[in-house]
T-cell receptor
Framework: QKEVEQNSGPLSVPEGAIASLNCTYS??????FFWYRQYSGKSPELIMF????GDKEDGRFTAQLNKASQYVSLLIRDSQPSDSATYLC??????????FGTGTKLQVIP | DAGVIQSPRHEVTEMGQEVTLRCKPI?????LFWYRQTMMRGLELLIY????????DSGMPEDRFSAKMPNASFSTLKIQPSEPRDSAVYFC?????????????FGDGTRLSIL
């Protein structure tokens, strides 16, 4: 069983809409989560970090964590074409090792 | 501040040749990670080091792959002999273990093509 699972997409949303990206994880002991964004041909870059249940907001981005249900999500409000990328959910472990999901490709349609 | 620096950015070589990828982590980071990314398999962790010591190399696909970290500011990933199926983007990332939940910072990657 994969430790971190994501729908590969693509997820297509119109410009201005809310994009909702989801991730489930298998280790109930996981305490924190990262969201990385990867543009085509580029390297992953960190955009959000969340470690407590509930919501964390940063500009147009909101990360939501539900430890009881073992899922973490990323909401992007007012989606822009520049948000089109692959979004990777990641779970940190020992020695800062991080287990990445396979990523969800997001397409924002102008 | 300089980020993670990888070289070369692109490498095209013939099957059977030796390939060496290089990485300079962010100064002060004591964990270093090598990943391989393909469309089919996504981002795969190959090996990671902590304080220059290999901690887990279970992701290294086979004996043709080897990695070293002779000092805190340099690491290499070597493939010998190379095969077409090794074609992928190879990323190096580094992070600090000064506190928990430190993110990994990625280099720009090396796009490797084996003909």
């Amino acid at each position: 069983q994969k430790e971190v699972e994501q729908n590969s997409g693509p997820l297509s949303v119109p410009e201005g809409a809310i994009a909702s990206l989801n991730c489930t994880y298998s280790d109930r002991g996981s305490q924190s989560f990262f969201w990385y964004r990867q543009y085509s041909g580029k390297s992953p870059e960190l955009i959000m970090f969340i470690y407590s249940n509930g919501d964390k907001e940063d500009g147009r981005f909101t990360a939501q964590l539900n430890k009881a249900s073992q899922y973490v999500s990323l909401l992007i409000r007012d989606s822009q074409p520049s948000d089109s990328a692959t979004y990777l959910c990641a779970v940190p472990g020992g020695y800062q090792k991080v287990t990445f999901g396979t990523g969800t490709k997001l397409q924002v349609i102008p | 501040d300089a980020g993670v620096i990888q070289s070369p950015r692109h490498e095209v070589t013939e099957m059977g040749q030796e390939v060496t990828l290089r990485c300079k982590p962010i100064s002060g980071h004591n964990s270093l990670f090598w990943y391989r990314q393909t469309m089919m398999r996504g981002l795969e962790l190959l090996i990671y080091f902590n304080n220059n010591v290999p901690i887990d190399d279970s992701g290294m696909p086979e004996d043709r792959f080897s990695a070293k970290m002779p000092n805190a500011s340099f690491s290499t990933l070597k493939i010998q002999p190379s095969e077409p199926r090794d074609s992928a983007v190879y990323f190096c990332a580094s992070s600090s273990t000064s506190s928990t939940n430190q993110p990994q910072h990625f280099g720009d990657g090396t796009r490797l093509s084996i003909l």
